[in-house]
């Protein structure tokens, strides 16, 4: 079974903006620690923003500022807005959840600062920036 169903992605220009969605089960929604990593060929993956049960959101330097995690509660979604992108944000992206119930604070970022232990992985999809 398909726990994450990710869509978004594609080709966009520098400084352009594009947005990911993650759908998911309710349980998984309410459950579990969510966000993306992203991966370029010949690198580990890189967890890049979480959101935490409590809605608390994290990022990394690179993306700070730029990156904005949402949420639609009724369709059991997330989204990862990008706005301001560069070229060295294309990657192939993946939506990630890992088993935290009444996570907090930013305590999932702890989970994504490695790609080993994630419970589920989306499909993943394609970033490309164009200079």
């Known amino acids: 079974d398909v726990q994450l169903v990710e869509s978004g992605g594609g080709s966009v220009q520098t400084g352009g903006s594009l947005t990911l969605s993650c759908a998911t089960s309710?349980?998984?929604?309410?459950?579990?620690?969510m966000g993306w990593f992203r991966q370029v060929p010949g690198k580990a993956r890189e967890g890049v923003a979480t959101?935490?049960?409590?809605?608390?959101?994290s990022y990394v330097d690179s993306v700070r500022g730029r990156f904005a995690i949402s949420q639609d509660n009724a369709k059991n979604t997330r989204y990862l807005r990008m706005d301001n992108l560069k070229p060295e944000d294309s990657a192939m992206y993946y939506c990630?959840?890992?088993?935290?119930?009444?996570?907090?604070?930013?305590?999932?970022?702890?989970?994504?600062?490695?790609?080993?232990?994630?419970?589920?992985w989306g499909e993943g999809t394609l970033v490309t920036i164009t200079s």
């Open positions: 990630a959840a890992n088993f935290a119930p009444g996570s907090g604070g930013g305590y999932c970022s702890w989970f994504f600062k490695s790609d080993n232990g994630i419970d589920y």
């Open positions: 959101i935490d049960s409590d809605g608390t959101t």
């Open positions: 309710s349980y998984i929604y309410k459950n579990y620690c």
